[in-house]
């Protein structure tokens, strides 16, 4: 039974990010076929508008959803109406600024656009994004509420249903009311307010009662959050550094490579967000011999399931820069620099999920290190690659950065995994 609960959660929050994922990626791939590589390029370099987003989406939603799976564990109704509450109101409350800052979408783009052929696109992008703020946010963070009361399947079919919406729309505004890249932001935003109002439709009565303090739900998302602003900060670098050296077809090459990184991500991501309901609701009945085999079982897919994806990508290389609409000059770069990039999948999943063993385990000190560390390792190795050899093998900075972060992680989780691999051995 404990088995096959953790995977129903598990494929349930895969899929779920799978949609989800989907929902962004069909943006990139219609757009670039249908206004150009130039566009696609625009869209990735706003990257770090939506790990912006990303970062509140974590700090908030998923702190929220893991106090809220430990008041599901130990069965405190009241407990739980309360945390429900206060995350969407202070998801609510962190919408407001994106929605000031789109009267000055074309001063947002500037911040992470240095071409000056992408920057129209990418100042009508950015005003939808930033428009659009409290639909993602609520989305995201009432996704990860309802899957920690017990609801993954609720989010996949609201998940699917959008983007089925999304991509119909996509077509109907970009071809036929011609209002080119806003019009596939606006497509995703309308798709993702009717998947809301499906995840919230069961909710309604916890709208209204006592809010709970907002500490506990900052505290308790606040590795991940510093990931995200780690994140951010890589991104901004990444998308600064690249368009600055290489010009809009480096651009390309990089927009490529995230937009990849969102698909493979979603195997550890998925991983996560079924682990940290289910070890929460272990912590809250104190069954510590689940919580560990969960724990197992999460790494083990982890590492599994990236492996395959990195032969998948590597055999794939060419079809891949065929769908996104890479010109057939650019195909073989494209296709080496995605093939390097693979090699960091393993690396990365790995040392994703033992953070977020460290966030469920209360080690708030060492999740937060391993959330700082490992994505701004990248920074001074891909600077260095692009300082003394430029374009030759600048690639080779992700699996060599990935690489580096999961050892330190290793010897800083050695407890842990000796805890988790010793107790209650058999599954």
Not at 35 to 46: H, M, N
Not at 225 to 238: D, H, K, T
Not at 271 to 286: C, D, E, N, V
């Amino acid at each position: 039974m404990e088995r096959r609960t953790f995977y129903q959660y598990l494929w349930s929050a895969i899929l779920t990010s799978l949609s989800g994922i989907l929902c962004v990626q069909i943006d990139g791939i219609i757009v670039s076929h249908l206004l150009g590589t130039d566009a696609f390029a625009a869209i990735g370099v706003l990257m770090p508008v939506v790990q912006i987003q990303l970062t509140l989406c974590l700090l908030i939603g998923v702190g929220g959803a893991l106090c809220l799976a430990y008041a599901v564990g130990s069965k405190d109704r009241a407990r739980s109406g309360q945390i429900f509450r206060t995350t969407i109101v202070m998801l609510l409350v962190c919408s407001v600024p994106f929605i000031a800052l789109s009267a000055w979408s074309s001063m947002v783009a500037g911040w992470f656009c240095h071409e000056e052929s992408l920057m129209p696109l990418a100042s009508d992008y950015a005003r939808v994004l930033l428009l659009s703020a409290p639909v993602y946010l609520l989305l995201q963070g009432s996704g990860a509420m309802v899957r920690a009361e017990g609801f993954p399947k609720r989010i996949l079919w609201a998940m699917v249903l959008a983007n089925v919406l999304n991509l119909s729309m996509d077509m109907l505004f970009i071809s036929c009311f011609h209002w080119g890249i806003a019009g596939a932001g606006w497509a995703t935003t309308i798709s993702n307010v009717i998947a809301l109002c499906i995840i919230l439709a069961k909710n309604v009565e916890k709208v209204s009662g006592a809010l709970s303090s907002p500490f506990p739900i900052l505290l308790a998302g606040l590795p991940l959050a510093l990931g995200s602003v780690a994140m951010f900060v890589r991104l901004s670098y990444l998308t600064t550094a690249t368009s600055a050296h290489l010009g809009a077809e480096g651009m390309v090459t990089l927009s490529l490579l995230l937009s990849v990184f969102l698909f493979v991500n979603l195997l550890a991501g998925g991983t996560s967000q079924a682990l940290q309901p289910l070890a929460g609701q272990y912590i809250g009945k104190g069954d510590k011999a689940a919580m560990c085999r969960t724990c197992r079982r999460s790494l083990r897919f982890a590492g599994l399931s990236s492996l395959v994806v990195t032969g998948l990508v590597v055999a794939l290389a060419r079809p891949i820069c065929i769908v996104y609409g890479i010109d057939e000059s650019s195909q073989v770069a494209t296709m080496a620099a995605l093939r390097i990039f693979a090699v960091c999948f393993l690396f990365n999943a790995l040392g994703f999920v033992l953070m977020v063993i460290h966030q469920i385990l209360g080690n708030k000190t060492k999740a937060m290190v391993i959330a700082v560390v490992q994505p701004l390792l990248l920074i001074p190795v891909y600077a260095l690659i692009l300082s003394v050899f430029r374009t030759s093998v600048l690639w080779f900075a992700f699996p060599i950065a990935e690489f580096l972060s999961l050892i330190f992680i290793l010897i800083l989780s050695v407890h842990e995994l000796r805890q988790i691999y010793t107790t209650a051995v058999s599954d």
